[in-house]
């Protein structure tokens, strides 16, 4: 069983110009969160969602950010607009239903130039 | 509102002394627990985590931690310092209907000297 996979590993963005962060959960796991981590900080919060629908979005900032997880495929963090302070690595991480433990991908590291 | 702190950023040990890093939470209502682990450049990894049950808890790689109610601490230790465990570690606190939303301390980076 792959863990959770997250693509790219790296990724350089313009200022302006949008960048999309995939992320494929474990297998069987229903339920996705995103987390972003600035330099020399830990992890905050983004974004929980499961299948189709957004359960929790209270840590995304409110203008360009937006996360889907659809029926079929991997779950989309899309960042419209990039702009410097957006520089981080974002992590995901996955679960089955009713289990309390997350399983964290390496992480995509955004760089904005 | 939940919050964690992680008392010290940085904590350098020697190889085979005691590791101590510690970790206070709060939260208005019972809390879940974590201790994951980062290695440069990777995800996170769970070392141990408290659910409700025995308040001591043991993890992988000889790690464990205690839930003290009344300090609202979850300190994590480990007898013996190995070159291996020096990483980032962090703490996190979960409400109980929150499940796997998690609120991460600003870690701590363990060295380990020879």
């Known amino acids: 069983n792959a863990g959770v996979m997250q693509n790219p590993r790296h990724l350089v963005r313009r200022r302006g110009q949008e960048a999309r962060l995939r992320c494929s959960p474990m297998k069987g796991h229903s339920h996705v969160y995103w987390y972003r981590q600035l330099p020399e900080e830990g992890l905050k919060f983004m974004v929980y969602?499961?299948?189709?629908?957004?359960?929790?979005e209270s840590g995304m900032p409110k203008e360009r950010f937006s996360a889907e997880f659809p029926k079929e495929g991997p779950s989309i963090l899309r960042i419209q607009q990039v702009v410097r302070g957006d520089s981080a690595a974002y992590f995901c991480a996955s679960s089955p239903r009713g289990v309390t433990e997350a399983f964290f991908g390496q992480g995509t590291r955004l760089t904005v130039v | 509102a939940q919050s964690v702190t992680q008392l010290g950023s940085h904590v350098s040990v020697s190889e085979g002394a005691l590791v101590l890093l510690r970790c206070n939470y709060s939260?208005?209502?019972?809390?879940?627990l974590f201790w994951y682990v980062q290695y440069p450049n990777q995800g996170l990894q769970l070392l141990l985590k408290?659910?409700?049950?025995?308040?001591l808890v043991k993890g992988i790689n000889g790690f464990e931690a205690e839930f003290k109610k009344s300090e609202t601490s979850f300190h994590l230790t480990k007898p013996s310092a190995h070159m291996s465990d020096a990483a980032e570690y962090f703490c996190?606190?979960?409400?109980?209907?929150?499940?796997?939303?998690?609120?991460f301390g600003g870690g701590t980076r363990l060295m380990v000297k020879p």
């Open positions: 408290y659910t409700s049950a025995a308040t």
């Open positions: 969602l499961q299948k189709e629908n957004i359960i929790d």
């Open positions: 996190a606190v979960s409400e109980r209907s929150q499940g796997n939303m998690l609120t």
């Open positions: 939260s208005s209502v019972p809390p879940y």
